[in-house]
């Protein structure tokens, strides 16, 4: 008989003594809101938790509560005997720390990735799933463990982020019935999107006045593409983390079919970000043909010694062809 | 034993013959989509139903399953057994034809607004409820009415409509039940909020830069203000409904307590939308004293003869005691 990998983890996670627990590089909401939701769950239950992530908590996700659990100094890892790395996609995204970090076993790994590549021990890999939140929710229903409130608050806040506030396609009846769960546990809704969506800064308002500007449309309409130079940051005191969600801009043009944002990174790097809407338009293959991943919906590269402009050229050569066949 | 109007109402209905269906004028994506839901409910139990809007359904509601059974002209009120108006907290949102409307009885109330002024013969008010969406899909199974996918989608465009996808704080355990339920009838999520959402027009994003570019802040950044001069729109080639929801962009700054929208109507008028965060700013008072109205966080007032600077002027002398205090 075939066990489901995630009965395979409750059984592994039950007899661990030390955890760490990581996520992916860059972490966002469901990332961070897995990570700290399954640090509560596991000490709930008598473990020894250690949150690990090599960059400070960002400012965006300080409001979940117990994000300053998060530590960015990585002690000898021959004290732990599991991990379990949440989000994550590609074990080159567990960042510089990789070796180190793939070096506790028992390793555990949860995510909901399509195209996510292997590693670790013990994987429970569900792409149709939403969120790695609603299965750390899962897990938590398997081990017999009691949500908090905080708990329930980073977990709601992993489904919002990472549904775009139930807005993906990848929503699904699961995603509503555990998003009601939540709420039973007192979540307030409007406080958790609140934060999540309400933090504009002044200077990044700016930021976002200086990309709209930058709008360029193709193939009548079909394909927008936006672009923030490193002036734009420098000019608006802002950093990268601050222009996330534009993109969500031209994606929401009546007739754009793909969208593209090309950022000049701090590191030199020209970084894309991609989306598009439906089923005809698949830009994780063009990610990958630059060597980078994701969704069909919304996927992302990075590229090294170049420019915006060499970029936008590049992409052109992909994505006309896409939006106008 | 207190029969609940609820049951008041499934008893008539299930008697009730031809059906007058009803919502408020200017209706947003709650009112239609609950008007189109109960019609196909009521069809699917064998009734004559008739679907009244004294104007066309906007563009931006065509997209509903059903939207073209919504008739402008309305026949002899005669010959209906029973009306039905959903989502509609006051008679005189019934629009010009009000009079006959309500010269049918049995005649049926169904909303959620708070404040809502009674009317009618036999009402179910619950302003605890999200949406009259879910008040609609509750009707139905009291009904034993089977939904069709065409009816779960106008419920599901109508409940996203109501809560801005679940991110109001209108938003329970029982929003998320049914959304849950609803999705289990083939509702594309994606697919309602492309429809609900995704709908930038590129000239609307011209006006929003424009827009945005008016931004103004007061009083340590706590009170926010934007501007649309009639020419915003001239140049732009827009609407007054292009701008919207532009109002939620000062509103997302996170310092902001308070923002407002002044914008000149086609019809020569000043109007301003008004919004503050949480529980200390009562910006329906300040509407109010200008002959406006609203609720706590949302309110509206329009102005004769005037000018948008002195506008913001007469505001600045209510709004700037209000977030400084």
Redesign the interface.
């Known amino acids: 008989m075939m066990v489901h990998p995630r009965d395979e983890i409750v059984r592994t996670l039950k007899t661990a003594t030390n955890v760490l627990v990581i996520t992916h590089i860059h972490p966002d909401g469901d990332a961070l809101g897995s990570q700290i939701a399954m640090g509560n769950v596991l000490r709930s239950l008598g473990k020894n938790v250690f949150l690990y992530g090599e960059e400070p908590v960002s400012h965006l996700y300080r409001f979940l509560p117990g994000s300053t659990q998060v530590e960015s100094v990585l002690p000898d890892v021959s004290g732990f005997d599991c991990a379990v790395a949440l989000d994550c996609g590609d074990c080159s995204r567990l960042g510089t720390s990789m070796e180190s970090l793939l070096a506790v076993h028992p390793f555990v790994v949860i995510d909901h990735h399509t195209g996510h590549k292997d590693f670790g021990d013990l994987r429970w890999i569900a792409p149709d799933r939403a969120s790695t939140g609603e299965m750390v929710y899962d897990l938590s229903e398997s081990l017999g463990a009691e949500l908090s409130f905080e708990t329930a608050y980073c977990l709601y806040a992993a489904i919002?982020s990472d549904t775009g506030?139930?807005?993906?396609?990848s929503?699904?009846?699961?995603?509503?019935?555990i998003?009601?769960?939540l709420?039973?546990k007192g979540v307030?809704?409007?406080?958790v999107?609140?934060k999540l969506?309400?933090?504009?800064?002044?200077k990044r308002?700016n930021l976002?006045?200086l990309v709209?500007?930058s709008?360029q449309?193709y193939a009548s309409?079909r394909l927008a593409i936006i672009e923030a130079p490193r002036d734009f940051f420098v000019k608006t005191g802002t950093c990268q983390a601050d222009a996330e969600t534009f993109i969500n801009?031209p994606?929401?043009?009546?007739?754009v079919k793909v969208a593209a944002f090309i950022k000049e990174t701090e590191s030199g790097l020209v970084s894309v970000s991609l989306r598009s809407?439906g089923t005809d338009y698949d830009v994780a293959q063009v990610a990958a043909s630059f060597g980078g991943g994701g969704h069909r919906n919304a996927a992302g590269l990075k590229l090294g010694e170049t420019s915006i402009a060499e970029v936008r050229e590049k992409l052109l050569v992909k994505l006309l062809p896409l939006v106008t066949r």
């Not at 506030?165 to 396609?169: E, G, L, T």
């Not at 307030?188 to 406080?191: L, Q, S, T, V, Y």
């Not at 994606?251 to 007739?255: A, G, K, P, Q």
């Open positions: 919002v506030s139930f807005k993906y396609s929503t699904t009846a699961d995603t509503f019935r998003a009601g769960e709420l039973k307030k809704p409007a406080e999107s609140g969506f309400d933090n504009f800064t002044v308002l976002m006045r709209l500007d709008l449309l309409d801009y994606r929401s043009l009546d007739t809407k």
